[in-house]
């Protein structure tokens, strides 16, 4: 395995983090799940319900937001996630009264767009919800987006996006990439420019919930992906591009000797709040699943338990998977020359991949953070 041999290897190598990072007792955003419906089955979905329609009450709800309007009332601001399944399906009424107990937040959802529509626009300015839409690229790039009958879905959300620009409702995007490649980049980079989101994530695919394709890209690929991409967004830095600006924003601080700043000194928690009111810390794809050893991976459950409670002693007492996670988090950062970069990655990918916490490298870290670390690296020692 030669990870740990790239050019990125003496750069990452530089960073000295140290301490044993444990949970923030607040988190910086929640997840809910208002319902887990989706109205698509696309090829690379984790969900693992999302044929049926279980729906968040409002009485969840309202109890998450009886912790998460004092959080927000101490910071300059604080932003609550509607995620599903695919949020819209909750039905504008039904979100409106999810939405309705919180105060003082900046509501965000993510959406496959497929049914956006002028009443849609309405109710996003009305309640002032910030949107990000999944759409991976051209039409035979989101080929896998696709509707129960294999039909596929990309003229809706076209038609959603083309909604969302007729009434000059920013957006971000979020793009799944199956199979990094050279070549895949540009066109990628060139779609979002045209597309008029403001801001764009690439998730390559993932190996997790009940998608178990495998994700081990030959290396050379996904590196040289991320080059690409990288020369792309430099030649013409219109859209804010997550993965590569932090990647960029890494190597400026190792080079001035500032590396060790970037990292936060402790996970942020990230509860997800699913429709039953189960809160699962860290990775929201967790929830919905249980496993033998592991139980359902919830700390708590907010018809029972405030959430700041449940938050705060996790944060306090971390037990279960959350403290083997941590401990794979002191295996990476003593093992792994990336660790100053990565930060240890997501909980999610190492269950889904390993079996359990406390292993290291997995397929997920590989593609979108070594080989991203690397491609960038190649980018900018090429120019
Ligand atoms: S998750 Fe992977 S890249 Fe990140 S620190 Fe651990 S081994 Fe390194």
Redesign the pocket.
């Known amino acids: 395995m030669s990870?740990r041999d790239g050019s990125a290897g003496g750069a990452a190598a530089t960073a000295r983090w140290t301490g044993m990072r444990g949970l923030a007792q607040v988190p910086s955003y929640v997840i809910l799940q208002p319902t887990t419906l989706c109205n698509l089955d696309c090829a690379y979905c984790y969900l693992p319900f999302r044929a049926a329609d279980r729906r968040m009450p409002v009485e969840v709800a309202a109890a998450v937001a009886a912790t998460v309007n004092k959080w927000a009332e101490r910071a300059p601001r604080y932003s609550v996630v509607w995620h599903g399944g695919e949020p819209l399906t909750a039905g504008r009424a039904g979100l409106a009264a999810l939405m309705a107990p919180f105060r003082g937040v900046e509501h965000h959802v993510q959406t496959n767009a497929t049914l956006i529509d002028d009443d849609w626009c309405d109710f996003f300015t009305a309640h002032g919800v910030r949107v990000g839409v999944s759409i991976d690229g051209p039409s035979d790039l989101t080929g896998q987006r696709v509707d129960r009958g294999g039909r596929p879905a990309y003229d809706r959300i076209m038609r959603g996006i083309a909604a969302l620009r007729r009434r000059a409702i920013p957006f971000a995007a979020l793009c799944v990439v199956t199979e990094p490649r050279p070549g895949l980049a540009v066109r990628l980079y060139d779609f979002f420019l045209e597309l008029g989101c403001y801001a764009l994530g690439i998730n390559v695919e993932e190996h997790e919930g009940v998608n178990t394709r495998s994700t081990a890209y030959p290396e050379q690929s996904v590196r040289a992906f991320w080059a690409e991409l990288a020369g792309a967004w430099r030649a013409a830095p219109r859209i804010e591009l997550r993965e590569i600006e932090w990647a960029l924003r890494y190597a400026g601080a190792t080079l001035a000797g500032a590396a060790d700043e970037l990292l936060p000194r402790q996970h942020d928690p990230v509860p997800t709040i699913g429709y039953d009111g189960r809160v699962v810390l860290l990775s929201p794809e967790l929830a919905g699943f249980t496993d033998p050893g592991y139980g359902d991976f919830a700390s708590g459950n907010v018809r029972e338990t405030p959430l700041y409670e449940i938050v705060a002693a996790a944060a306090a007492h971390p037990g279960g998977w959350v403290a083997e996670y941590l401990a794979?988090?002191e295996?990476?950062?003593t093992?792994?020359?990336?660790?100053g970069?990565?930060?240890?990655?997501?909980a999610a990918?190492?269950y889904f991949e390993h079996g359990r916490f406390d292993g290291?490298?997995?397929d997920?870290?590989?593609n979108s953070?070594?080989r991203l670390l690397e491609g960038v690296l190649d980018h900018a020692g090429a120019n």
């Open positions: 990870s794979g988090v295996a990476c950062r093992s792994c020359p990336y660790f970069f990565c930060g240890g990655a997501h990918n190492r290291t490298e997995t997920h870290c590989r953070k070594i």
